[in-house]
Nanobody, 124 residues
């Protein structure tokens, strides 16, 4: 059974950093693009970042550009989200996802497998 599991969320002060990890199992992780979404309280789930199967191409949302970096280690079936210079608006539950194909989707609804999420709370 295909499964994604996120780790690394927590409580952090503004300006601080966190590194999230997502581990895939039961799926051809090395053949799939991966992504991160987040959902703030009272808000819709929003795209954060994505990475192709090989890691050669990435996409990041405007709101996190220059602060967040997505990367992957296919030998470990793991995708990472390094979050720096955290702001209050970065608070939310962060979800790992995949469209179950190799490239970054042009339509966000193509993502079809999701982890359970890991919460990130940024405080002042």
């Amino acid at each position: 059974q295909a499964h994604l599991a996120e780790f690394g969320g927590g409580l952090v002060q503004t300006g601080g950093s966190l590194r999230l990890s997502c581990v895939g199992s039961g799926l051809p992780f090395n053949a799939y693009s991966m992504g991160w979404f987040r959902q703030a309280p009272g808000k819709e789930r929003e795209f954060v970042a994505a990475i192709t199967w090989s890691g050669e191409d990435t996409s990041v949302a405007t709101a996190v550009k220059g602060r967040f970096t997505i990367s992957r280690d296919n030998a470990k079936n793991t995708v990472y989200l390094q979050m720096n210079s955290l702001k209050l608006d970065d608070t939310g539950v962060y979800y790992c996802t995949t469209p179950s194909y190799a490239t970054i989707p042009s339509q966000l609804h193509e993502y079809n497998l999701w982890g359970q999420g890991t919460p990130v709370t940024v405080t002042s």
